[in-house]
């Protein structure tokens, strides 16, 4: 599993990049003006997680599960240590998939104990509870946007959707349709200037990640790991998280709506947690709002 070492290593402060998926690669979050602000300042760990990514070796689909994947996360962060010195902080900055896979690390102490604070951008740490949400944030948006007269159509048509939705036996299909809209209701946003532009970056043609390949197999391991992460339910399991937390969320993630941001932030066991809701985003606020996300990050990462 390559790990991509960007930035400013002499700062002796890694923050380690947990990227979304399942499906992505690490150097999907190096483009764009918040990596290149945050590497001035940091070194950032762009890990391929195992199946993904760059990601080679022996293959066991018996080994894509959160268990082994938390284990990996041990295993990256002692080759850091090893190779940059055992005195270098250690920052977990875990995006959507990343949220689920550092808050399940983060629940065994001695892995708590290898880090310095924990950084979940718009996090799905609670995949059953996020799909509710997501409907109720539909309903919401939807009755918000008709009265202003914004995209009326397509929001009635989002709004017959989600009433049609039983939130108290949401299917794994359901699930993923939800997912699908979530990224359509965001572009609707964007159209009507809701939203702040994205910040333009496009993964560079030739280049370490070999695009093709990244999604070829990001796919079959999304596929692979689809039913333990859609019954993955860590809401009820945060107080044992006792490190520094910063959540960082969109207003409008329908993805990952901010309730679960909310709920972090009330049951994490620390006295050292903070939640931006960024008024102007959705489910990526270091491309809507970089600028933001950026002094966040510098000003938690400073303090500890």
Known sequence: MPVYIR????????????????????????????????????????????GQGMAQGHFSSESLNMDQMTDDLRAVIFVLKERYGQDIRVFLLGHSWGGTLGTAFLLNDSNEAMVNGWIESDGAHDIPKLNIESVKLFQQVADEQISLGNSVDSWKSFLEWANGIDTNSITLDQGGEINTKAYEAEQLLLDDGILEDPDPSFPPLIGPTNQLTSYLMGNFTSATLEEEIENTSLTSQLNGIKVPCLFLWGKYDFVVPPQLGIDALNQVNTTDKELIIFQYSGHSPMDNEPDLFVSSIRDFVDRN
Do not use: K, M
């Open 7 to 50: 930035g400013n290593g002499a700062s002796n402060t890694f923050l380690v990049i947990l990227h979304g998926g399942p499906g992505g690669n690490g150097l999907e979050y190096h483009l764009g003006t918040y990596a290149e602000q945050l590497e001035s300042s940091y070194a950032l760990a762009y890990w391929d997680q195992r």
